[in-house]
């Protein structure tokens, strides 16, 4: 689900990046926040950084006495996009195994969909294995999958989410 959401950030500009006029501050400003916006990748309480899509409030610069570079504290509003438990989501199938699928949805690139959550879908092994059921409908990597969303997990380490997925339920499987 992709949420709107209103942060507070704090930018620092180095000294050569500032003039009279302001307009290569705003700038330089803009350019760092998303520079910084986007190395963040993810937060747990809001998903994964998406996109900036205003400034809304530049406050005032404070120069930090070490450095020479100055912090601004910024107000602006994004979009952030995270799953939830029990959510409809699409997925594009990027890998098959025995025991199951992963797949890509949005900026998550491990969801998993156990062979137990699949009902009436056999593997067929081969140079490219796949799901197939008794309507013919393949499951194998490309294939849009819609799923419900049976869990999530937050890594630390690597700032990303993990989910479980089903296609237990009405409208569920491949699109």
Same mark, same amino acid.
């Given at each position: 689900? /992709? #949420?709107? !959401? +209103?942060?507070?950030?704090?930018? %620092?500009?180095?000294?050569?990046? %500032?003039?009279?006029?302001?307009? %290569?501050?705003?700038?330089?400003? #803009?350019? +760092? $926040?998303?520079?910084?916006?986007?190395?963040?990748?993810?937060?747990?309480? #809001?998903?994964?950084?998406?996109?900036?899509?205003? *400034?809304?409030?530049?406050?005032?610069?404070?120069? =930090?006495?070490?450095?020479?570079?100055? $912090? /601004?504290? !910024?107000?602006?509003?994004?979009?952030? /996009?995270?799953?939830?438990?029990?959510?409809? !989501?699409?997925? !594009?199938?990027?890998?098959? &195994?025995?025991?199951?699928?992963? *797949?890509?949805?949005?900026?998550?690139?491990?969801?998993?969909?156990?062979?137990?959550? %699949?009902?009436?879908?056999?593997?067929?092994?081969?140079?490219?294995?796949?799901?197939?059921?008794?309507? &013919?409908? =393949?499951? +194998?990597?490309?294939?849009?999958? =819609?799923?419900?969303?049976?869990?999530?997990?937050? $890594?630390?380490?690597? =700032?990303? /989410? +993990?989910?479980?997925?089903?296609?237990?339920?009405?409208?569920?499987?491949?699109?």
């Amino acid at each position: 689900m /992709f #949420l709107k !959401v +209103q942060l507070p950030w704090n930018v %620092m500009i180095s000294a050569e990046n %500032m003039d009279a006029k302001g307009l %290569m501050l705003k700038r330089a400003i #803009l350019v +760092q $926040l998303l520079d910084v916006f986007a190395s963040k990748k993810a937060t747990r309480e #809001l998903g994964y950084y998406v996109a900036v899509t205003t *400034l809304d409030k530049i406050g005032e610069g404070k120069i =930090r006495e070490n450095t020479g570079e100055v $912090l /601004f504290p !910024v107000l602006f509003s994004g979009i952030t /996009f995270k799953i939830f438990k029990g959510e409809i !989501v699409h997925g !594009v199938v990027n890998k098959v &195994m025995k025991h199951g699928v992963f *797949l890509k949805c949005g900026p998550i690139e491990n969801m998993y969909l156990s062979y137990t959550k %699949m009902p009436d879908y056999k593997y067929i092994p081969g140079e490219n294995p796949i799901f197939m059921n008794e309507k &013919m409908s =393949r499951i +194998q990597v490309e294939t849009k999958i =819609r799923v419900v969303v049976l869990g999530t997990k937050w $890594l630390e380490v690597e =700032r990303e /989410f +993990q989910a479980l997925a089903s296609l237990e339920g009405d409208y569920l499987g491949p699109i």
